[in-house]
């Protein structure tokens, strides 16, 4: 007899998986009300703190006015606006390629741009530590999946011989992991997309507006712009809006176009959405938005800092993505919530998120955190980590 949804519940609870969402009251800030109580947010993709940006906000607004609420269809039928063109346009100009293509989502992004350029015959070779929205795009394509070990590119390099000649290989990859805040070894992967004629697809969700001198993310910082043939970055992280892109060649645009199901097939995002979006690409590209990317980085230089004195290991990541390695399923979580307690704001990543016996506190720095704020949530940590035996 197939088990009840009842029954599929309780397993999850009996294995300390059971997920469930909390109420935030007002905006993504670095303090937020949270299912009543206050805390300071430690967990947020608001990396540059633009969620509640004046600009972003005022931009919306003019936009609603303007254009209404809705694009009304999908992109191919009547859902492509004015905005839409706009905003497609200026993220060629910021990512340096020919042509752009805005998403939904990066999950729809993901799920739509690797079956329009990788199918039945082709080879898609994917970092282990990818996220789960490259997978199911992978799954969706029916190009066989290889996964090779993270961020080994000599490893890939073996299997990119093994598979030689097999059809159109697409090599995709994280450019700053989600879970680890690490890079991936971008300069050695192109040199072995130019080997073995493949196309490099990186998805720099994390890297957007955060890396790179211009914070056109972790090409730009690596120094492979030119070279990486998809560029997907998303808005709803450092650009505070949401939404997704692909920074592409003008033909493989046009393949997207007439491949891409998430995009055929979806109603297209809305005008004030679109609006900020623009709004945040122009801000990024600003004073003001350098002077964020360069706080951001001493925030973090500090944050991993003060933990590391702490006793913590915060991995080989340099990035705003901050891990600390909690042990078993149940104690993270107890981690999670005593320190919830003390009012710091931090998620607890179970599997399937991350692999068996691999649970941490998945921390995140944001531009806008004050130096008292993080030095004392390392106090909060250190203090919860010594009760439950983590250090």
């Known amino acids: 007899m197939a088990m009840s949804i009842a029954e599929e519940l309780a397993q999850i609870r009996s294995k300390g998986l059971y997920r469930a969402t909390r109420l935030i009251k007002g905006a993504q800030s670095t303090r937020v009300m949270l299912d009543g109580h206050g805390a300071l947010m430690l967990c947020s993709n608001n990396y540059l703190g633009l969620a509640d940006h004046p600009a972003l906000s005022e931009a919306a607004m003019a936009a609603a006015k303007r254009y209404g609420t809705s694009s009304g269809a999908s992109r191919l039928v009547s859902g492509t606006m004015e905005l839409h063109h706009r905003l497609e346009a200026a993220l060629a100009r910021f990512k340096q390629t020919e042509a752009a293509l805005v998403f ?186 350098r002077a964020l990317r360069e706080q951001l980085l001493a925030n973090t230089a500090l944050f991993r800092g003060l933990l590391r004195d702490a006793g913590f290991s915060t991995g080989e990541g340099t990035t705003q993505i901050v891990p600390i390695m909690s042990g078993a399923v149940e ?25 068996a016996g691999a649970c941490r506190l998945r921390c995140t720095v944001m531009a806008t955190h004050t130096a008292e704020e993080l030095a004392w949530a390392v106090d909060r940590i250190a203090a919860v980590a010594r009760r439950l035996e983590v250090i």
């Open 104 to 289: 939904n989502s990066g999950y729809a992004a993901n799920t739509g741009i690797i079956p329009a350029v990788a199918g039945r015959g082709d080879v898609i070779f994917s970092d282990r530590l990818n996220h789960a929205s490259i997978i199911d795009g992978a799954l969706l394509s029916g190009a066989r999946l290889v996964r090779y070990p993270h961020c080994d590119h000599a490893a890939l390099a073996r299997l990119l011989e093994k598979h030689r000649g097999t059809g159109r290989c697409l090599i995709v990859t994280d450019g700053v992991f989600s879970m680890d805040g690490d890079l991936a070894p971008l300069r050695e992967l192109v040199e072995l997309k130019t080997a073995h004629d493949a196309l490099l697809m990186v998805d720099d969700a994390h890297g957007t507006a955060v890396l790179g001198v211009h914070g056109r993310g972790s090409a730009e910082l690596l120094g492979v712009m030119e070279a990486v043939d998809i560029q997907m970055g998303t808005f709803g992280k450092a650009l505070g809006s949401f939404g997704a892109y692909a920074a592409v060649s003008a033909e493989l645009r046009e393949l997207l176009v007439n491949r891409a199901r998430s995009l055929i097939f979806s109603t297209s995002l809305p005008p004030a959405v679109l609006a900020a979006s623009l709004a945040a690409l122009e801000l990024v590209q600003s004073p003001e938005g």
């Open 331 to 355: 104690q993270t979580m107890r981690f999670s919530e005593q320190l919830l307690d003390e009012g710091v704001f931090v998620q607890g990543i179970r599997p399937p998120t991350v692999p």
